[in-house]
């Protein structure tokens, strides 16, 4: 018996399972990281199945996630699916992921059974980053581990319902110019990320040592989210430069 053959869901993946597809919105994608997979939550307590790479690490996870759903009170839907040929040049393939996703993500709705407002025309540059602490994931193997989670809380503007947005879908929703972007809590600076040569140019313009900073993990205003720490970026206070 092979080690695919062995393997069964642990109470830990059920529970992490469960949790995870019940913070997505309706029409949330859920891409887990290096699979080549995509689905999407279509449903009050149902998964469908959006994208499988044709490669056999994606056809054992995808195993492995029918075989975790099956321990919970979710509906996978295999129906109506688009098989995918794995590109030669890694960057093309995650490319390719990255455009899927954000076609999903182009029709989703607010919450809000009563609002038709989709969330790619409400106000994204107001989101604001939400540390929820430590909790646990999934692996690429599909193991559990315990990992920080940040969300997005977005307003609708048209019926002021709250749409927490995992960070990964804010990204695909707003583009890298605002998931690079973090406006720190309680009225504190906007941190904008540079690129290499803006770095380079501001340095040689002789710019003002405070306007430009470099990240860690903590501000005076609080935690800095995992992807903005070990940046340097322009801080400025709303959106005028210090």
């Known amino acids: ?53 044709q490669h056999p690490e994606s056809l054992g996870m995808h195993d492995r996630v029918i075989a975790i759903i099956g321990k919970t009170d979710w509906d996978l839907v295999e129906g109506d699916y688009e098989t995918i040929d794995p590109p030669l040049n890694p960057m093309e393939a995650q490319y390719q992921q990255m455009m899927q996703q954000q076609e999903v993500a182009a029709r989703w709705d607010c919450p809000n059974e009563d609002c038709q407002q989709r969330l790619v025309d409400m106000p994204l540059e107001e989101g604001r980053w939400v540390d929820l602490g430590q909790q646990s994931a999934l692996d690429e193997e599909g193991k559990v581990v315990e990992v920080e989670r940040w969300i997005v809380a977005i307003e609708c503007d048209a019926c002021d319902a709250v749409v927490n947005l995992d960070p990964q879908d804010y990204g695909m929703l707003g583009g890298d110019e605002l998931f690079f972007r973090w406006q720190a809590p309680d009225s504190g600076p906007v941190f904008t990320t540079l690129t290499r040569e803006q770095v380079v140019d501001m340095v040689d313009s002789g ?22 720490r070990g940046t340097y970026c322009l801080r400025s206070y709303g959106g005028e430069e210090e």
């Open 1 to 53: 018996m092979t080690e695919e053959e062995k393997w069964g869901p642990s109470q830990a993946d059920v529970e992490w399972t469960e949790q995870h597809l019940s913070s997505l919105a309706q029409g949330g994608v859920w891409a887990p990281g290096g699979t080549g997979l995509t689905y999407e939550r279509t449903g009050d307590k149902e998964l469908s199945l959006r994208s499988i790479t």
């Open 207 to 228: 710019v003002d040592g405070d306007t430009c900073v470099a990240l860690g993990t903590d501000t005076p205003w609080g935690p800095v989210p995992p992807h903005m």
